[in-house]
């Protein structure tokens, strides 16, 4: 699966949108562009996906560029529950199955 | 039922021990996995499960040895570990699709420290 780079960190007050970037320039035509996060003291959670055009479902939006070498997760009012690690991962359709964790956004909410 | 269980949720043992990790999952998912995250780190694929079937191993050591003895049960043996082998254990299925949009659920992990 191609790379994908993250900001190690990024801070959002609480209430306010929180906008967390991607690059993965080498990505694919057929690339599934995935993001999970991880609280605290649990395992990863699936928060959305997306192929090419922008997606919206109860956790969060994901804008992806028009050439697709970069896409934005958006949490439209943080809350301090939100804070964990986001991770933003590619997945191609018939390739092996696993998730490909790279570092990832420690993202920290302000009261 | 979107859950992944595992028990126990921690486990400490000696390196002479011999304990097993369980995971369960009940939504019909055929394909299964195990992960190890060590502190501050991401998860790290260590087994994948196909329909019961050892899929990938991760070139993982052999004192960890995996089993799938039925569609909603994963086991993960371990035996004569080390004390670098502390870590979350994390257990993980997905439905098997074709396309790219699959997803996986995690359940909460087994924090394991060998002392």
């Known amino acids: 699966d191609a790379k994908t780079t993250q900001p190690n960190s990024m801070e959002s007050n609480e209430e306010e949108p929180v906008h967390l970037p991607c690059n993965h320039s080498?990505?694919?035509?057929?690339?599934?562009i995935h993001w999970y996060r991880q609280l605290p003291s649990q395992g990863p959670e699936y928060v959305i996906h997306?192929?090419?055009s922008n997606v919206n479902n109860r956790m969060a939006s994901l804008a992806i560029a028009e050439d697709r070498k970069s896409s934005t997760l958006i949490l439209h009012r943080a809350t301090l529950r939100d804070a964990a690690v986001y991770y933003c991962?590619?997945?191609?359709?018939?390739?092996?199955?696993?998730?490909?964790f790279g570092s990832g956004t420690q993202l920290t909410v302000l009261p | 039922d979107t859950e992944v269980t595992q028990t126990p949720k921690h486990l400490v043992m000696g390196m002479t021990n011999k304990k097993s990790l369980k995971c369960e999952q009940h939504?019909?998912?055929?394909?299964m996995y195990w992960y190890k995250q060590k502190a501050k780190k991401p998860p790290e694929l260590m087994f994948v499960?196909?329909?019961?079937?050892?899929?990938i191993n991760e070139s993982v050591p052999s004192r960890f040895s995996p089993e799938c003895p039925n569609s909603s049960l994963l086991n993960l043996h371990l035996h004569a570990l080390q004390p670098e082998d502390s870590a979350l254990y994390l257990c993980?299925?997905?439905?098997?699709?074709?396309?790219?949009?699959?997803?996986?659920?995690f359940g909460p992990g087994t924090r394991l420290l060998v002392l």
């Open positions: 993980a299925s997905s439905a098997l699709t074709s396309g790219g949009g699959e997803t996986q659920y």
């Open positions: 080498t990505i694919s035509g057929t690339d599934y």
């Open positions: 997306g192929l090419t």
């Open positions: 991962i590619l997945r191609r359709p018939g390739s092996a199955r696993q998730l490909t």
């Open positions: 939504m019909g998912h055929r394909a």
């Open positions: 499960y196909s329909y019961e079937k050892l899929s």
